[in-house]
């Protein structure tokens, strides 16, 4: 068992390791388009350029995730809340369709898998207040999911994304951290591009 730990903690540092790296190589890579989107997001609507939003991390601790803003400042305070069903929802702004479309409204989330705040691949982080109020209400079952540091992607986003309830997402979040190992990352990683690609789920 002690060894089975050490392996498993081997694992893990890797992980992070690969983590900062590809992190920070995107940054420095993809730093060109930041600045387009940053520009036709500020012609596009008002509002800041980034969307700032807490969510529940690894152990349940909070942390600010930060996206590209896709919808008119306090959308989720406006119509149908967190919940987005249609790229025709009026919130989304001209910029955001495409950047949901394309996903490129999560390449900030690199700054936050810099700050250990996140991970290239985990479960997705959910708001503080959605789908459960806060870590603590949280059925033990699905505590599991918060033991590692939350993804840009996930084996929930390739397997089901938006399609399927919270709850079947969390256990498809649960079951990633009792099997995780850094070659089903890497699958989940090229999945996602598949699924980016042909635009599988966006919307449930």
């Known amino acids: 068992m002690a060894l089975e730990g050490?392996?498993?903690?081997?694992?893990?540092g890797i992980k992070r390791f690969l983590d900062v790296a590809c992190a920070s190589i995107g940054l420095v890579v993809f730093s060109p388009l930041f600045a387009v989107i940053a520009l036709a997001i500020r012609l596009d609507s008002r509002g800041p350029v980034f969307f700032l939003q807490e969510r529940l991390g690894k152990n349940g601790v909070p942390f600010r995730i930060i996206?590209?803003?896709?919808?008119?400042?306090?959308a989720e305070y406006l119509g149908d809340g967190l919940r987005v069903s249609s790229e025709k929802d009026t919130r989304i702004t001209r910029?955001?369709?495409?950047?949901?479309?394309?996903?490129?409204?999560?390449?900030?989330?690199?700054?936050n898998v810099i700050k250990g705040d996140m991970s290239l691949v985990g479960p997705r982080p959910p708001a503080t207040y959605h789908p459960y109020k806060g870590y603590a209400a949280y059925p033990e079952w699905a505590k599991k999911r918060f033991e590692?540091?939350?993804?840009?992607?996930g084996l929930a986003q390739v397997v089901a994304r938006n399609s399927v309830s919270w709850d079947e997402r969390i256990r498809?979040?649960?079951?990633?951290?009792?099997?995780?190992?850094?070659?089903?990352?890497?699958?989940?990683?090229?999945?996602?591009?598949?699924?980016?690609?042909?635009?599988?789920?966006?919307?449930?």
């Open 67 to 74: 996206k590209f803003r896709t919808m008119v400042v306090n």
């Open 6 to 12: 050490f392996k498993y903690k081997c694992r893990l």
């Open 148 to 153: 590692m540091r939350p993804g840009i992607t």
């Open 95 to 111: 910029v955001g369709r495409i950047l949901r479309a394309t996903s490129l409204d999560e390449l900030p989330q690199l700054v």
């Open 172 to 204: 498809l979040d649960v079951d990633y951290v009792e099997g995780f190992s850094l070659w089903k990352d890497v699958k989940i990683l090229l999945d996602t591009v598949r699924i980016v690609v042909l635009r599988e789920s966006i919307y449930p």
